[in-house]
């Protein structure tokens, strides 16, 4: 048989070198350079807008340190814009149970439903040993959730995603001469640096979700103050190989390392929460009143609260949801449908006999 005249032959002219994609169109029309498959950004937004899209969030720590404040600081904050009741002074109760709440948020046709969810805050006890059991139990049923669903045979298009995203885990330092924050005087640590118990919380954590420490309270701290915990912090959290987020091994390219080492340096931030506003300069403001001015936290000469909220819900809010999704959730997911395949640890649905929805991991 003879062989086709052209099939071993070299290209002859650079054209013929050209990826399929860029090569000419039968009718000869020349498509090189320019493709235009940018079109598909269009296409995601169409599709992100009509879906619309959940970003959840938690709140960690001990008693006392202005979780419940600062979930309220979120919502009040111009993030969601809810407007506070002027002269509404309503003390905080003490948090006693897990509690969700949720905003939708619409912008620019884009909606988003955003949940954070506030946890009592633990450290009273004497012996606080496994103090962090329910928070990660409610993080495991999240993912537990969601497995369910996924497994499905005829799953929904869209599954109802309560998976936290992010996990704000307010740390305190007790500075050296050891009064602390209002409220906490007395508390035996080391001083200065993170108390084991935190230590302890942000490690098992960490393995399952993507935490954001915070230095509560940070009206209490001068600058150099904050800026040495800071330092200390970070320092703990290097010593015990505590990868809180952005984690360096997921940084994507050199671009991404140079962006998150900036926010790296300033891990923890240093936040101050209020639901009060004041009128300063004519302007509606959040912030705490004290003798001496106004702390507005939503100015960035005042607190890093503004680094908080636009890393949770601005500059990182797909990656939160990313790593939650492709590192969390994945080992989490392969974990237990691995222990489905043991057959003593299945239960008739296919999943390990925890319960309803439950994980005890
Ligand atoms: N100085 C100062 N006080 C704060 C700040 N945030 C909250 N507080 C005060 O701290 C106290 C406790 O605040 P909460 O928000 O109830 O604290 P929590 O962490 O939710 O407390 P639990 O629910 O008991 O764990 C309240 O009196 C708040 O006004 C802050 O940034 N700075
Ligand atoms: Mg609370």
Redesign the pocket.
Known sequence: MEPEEHSMEPPATPEEEMPLTAAPGPAGCQLFGYVGIEAVLDQMKVKTMKMGFEFNIMVV??????????VNTLFKSKVSRKASQPGQEE?????VQLQSVTHVIEEKGVKMKLTVT?T??FGDQINNENCWDPIIKYINEQYERYLREEILITRKRKIPDTRVHGCVY?VMVVPPWGGG???HAGVMVVLGRLRPLDLEFMRRLSKIVNVVPVI?????LTLEERAEFKQRIQEDLKTHAISVYPQEDFDQDPDDRALNDRIREKIPFA????DQEHQVNGKRVLG?KTKWGIIEVENPAHCEFPLLQDLLIRSHLQDLKDITHNVHYESYRVRRLNESNRPELSSPNGLPGKGEGGSDL
């Open positions: 720590g001990q008693s006392g340190l202005g979780k419940s404040t600062m003390r905080i109760p003490k948090t506030d009592p805050g307010f924050h209002g409220g509560a309270k940070a009206d209490t936040v101050v929460g209020a705490r």
